[in-house]
């Protein structure tokens, strides 16, 4: 098993910045890709970004040239810039195991004027 836990939400004003950490703990040896996923109220969930082990990542159109995912081992990090309202959801941390998958329990990021 693998757990998740996220870090690093808030209240921001548009145009600001927020970097999301999520550390992984358990059979992390088990890890494949790493990745962010968000859910607005009233939305499906939606990914954002992902990385695999060997560094490769991969972006939703809506973020892509904002957001920049990385990671280092069991650690995977979200740089969030130029924020906007739309980017308001609860962010959560997901992991690609050798058989299925981990989630973490969400983080909220609220972007206000």
């Known amino acids: 098993q693998v757990q998740l836990v996220e870090s690093g939400g808030g209240l921001v004003q548009p145009g600001e910045s927020l970097r999301l950490s999520c550390v992984a703990s358990?059979?992390?040896?088990?890890?494949?890709?790493m990745g962010w996923y968000r859910q607005a109220p009233g939305k499906e969930r939606e990914l954002v970004a992902t990385?695999?082990?060997?560094?490769s990542t991969k972006y939703a159109d809506s973020v892509q040239g904002r957001f920049t995912i990385s990671r280092d081992d069991a650690k995977v990090y979200l740089q969030m810039n130029s924020l906007k309202p739309e980017d308001t959801a609860v962010y959560y941390c997901?992991?690609?195991?050798?058989?299925?998958?981990?989630w973490g329990q969400g983080t909220q990021v609220t972007v206000s004027s």
């Open positions: 997901n992991a690609e195991l050798l058989f299925g998958y981990s």
């Open positions: 990385i695999t082990r060997r560094g």
């Open positions: 358990g059979s992390i040896f088990s890890i494949n890709a």
